[in-house]
């Protein structure tokens, strides 16, 4: 006869007993009219700007420093978020740029070593407001149906109708109408890596530290510049190659950075361009550049090389792209890598110009990291191009 362990007794898989759960006390309200109510997590406060979603299963902490969500309330699709806390080395900048975060659940107790802390702890620090027990994936269905909209979180939305938040929606300002690139950008050149390697300068338009990692460990010097630099300020440092970083915002209002590009191309300085680096790039060259109904964000986009059939599965935040039609081909400009998904462009070439440029992003942080060797490669340009080393004029 089998003989059922006494209560207490052996591992406890599941808990009959469940949590308390407050009442709903907060808001996500979006301009169309849609509203779902949850619970705040966080900081006590509002947050006001474009609710997009990530496909990105792990990575919250990058996410949520990613200075290319500066300005966007984001969705996690995945429903379980903070389970392994908060590190202080995983952090892709200075800050967390979101304004605020939307979650299935959120993790009260992590399970990590490292852990330092909860994701609530870590955006109420950062005054960032989250909310949780939100139906994410209607969410997310509703952005894909009507595109990333504006949006707000209401930590204290109780006592306030549905009317009142959406007002309050529509009020709500998108990143391309801020100067978000002027927000996150360094103030201060810096400098970073092997006085001995090539010498690389990174316009700063939102970079991630992953990227800045990925040139130091190839044995780089890196000099990190403020966007809004110059072309002179750039070729002052006798550069071997330039890169333009992702960052956020509508690249149809940088017409700053275009003049720049361009004299980069023209010095035969060989170039690099990175998710916004690469809509510079194309604007500079006299393409264009379009909104994407609910933009492309996570971890597993697969994009194809063109000249070799390859596939690659990418980590991508932008709500921009390239328009194919507008690539000026017959003045040796190629696109060389698309979106599989939806066809759109996701590098450029050019038969003769030491140049490069992916819609993605090769650091990942988070994502796979299927294209760190685009580094590399980017790298070999430089040392084998004859047109390498800017100096100054």
């Not at 700063?204 to 809004?228: M, Q």
Request: with cysteine; charged share 20%.
């Amino acid at each position: 006869m089998t003989t059922l362990p006494e209560s207490g007794a052996g591992p406890r898989l599941l808990s009959s007993r469940r949590r308390y759960s407050p009442p709903a006390d907060a808001a996500v309200a979006l301009a169309d009219g849609r509203v779902f109510r949850g619970r705040s997590f966080g900081a006590k406060a509002d947050a006001a700007g474009e609710v997009v979603f990530t496909t990105t299963m792990v990575g919250y902490q990058e996410v949520s420093s990613d200075p290319s969500f500066r300005g966007q309330i984001v969705c996690m699709t995945y429903p379980l978020i903070g389970n392994y806390g908060i590190h202080p080395d995983q952090s892709e900048s200075r800050q967390p740029w979101i304004a605020g975060l939307i979650v299935r659940e959120h993790c009260l107790e992590p399970s990590h070593d490292g852990s330092t802390g909860t994701i609530a702890e870590f955006l109420a620090a950062n005054g960032i407001p989250g909310i949780s027990e939100i139906d994410t994936r209607a969410l997310t269905l509703h952005i894909r149906s009507v595109g990333d909209t504006r949006g707000v979180i209401v930590h204290d939305a109780a006592e306030t109708d549905d009317a009142q938040l959406v007002a309050r929606a529509r009020a709500a300002p998108l990143p391309g109408e801020l100067d978000v690139v002027g927000e996150v950008t360094v103030v201060e050149e810096e400098t970073i890596g092997d006085a001995a390697g090539p010498h690389i300068v990174v316009l700063d338009c939102g970079v991630k530290r992953n990227i800045i990692r990925s040139l130091e460990k190839r044995g780089a010097l890196i000099t990190v510049l403020p966007f809004g630099s110059t072309l002179d300020d750039i070729r002052a440092h006798a550069p071997d190659g330039v890169i333009v970083s992702p960052g956020p915002g509508d690249p149809a209002n940088l017409d700053a950075g275009l003049d720049v590009v361009s004299g980069v191309l023209e010095a035969r300085i060989p170039y690099f361009g990175i998710c916004l680096g690469h809509q510079l790039l194309a604007r500079s060259i006299g393409a264009e550049t379009r909104k994407l109904k609910f933009g492309h964000r996570g971890g597993n986009h697969p994009v194809r090389d063109v000249r070799t059939g390859e596939v690659t599965i990418t980590s991508q935040n932008h709500g921009f792209e390239v328009d194919v039609d507008t690539v000026p081909r017959d003045h040796g400009w190629e696109v060389r890598l698309v979106n599989l998904n939806d066809g759109s462009v996701e590098g450029l070439g050019h038969r003769d110009l030491p140049v490069m440029t992916v819609q993605f992003h090769p650091e990942s942080s988070p994502g796979p990291q299927d294209n760190d060797h685009l580094f590399d490669d980017f790298l070999s340009l430089v040392k084998s191009s004859r047109f390498g080393g800017g100096s100054p004029s």
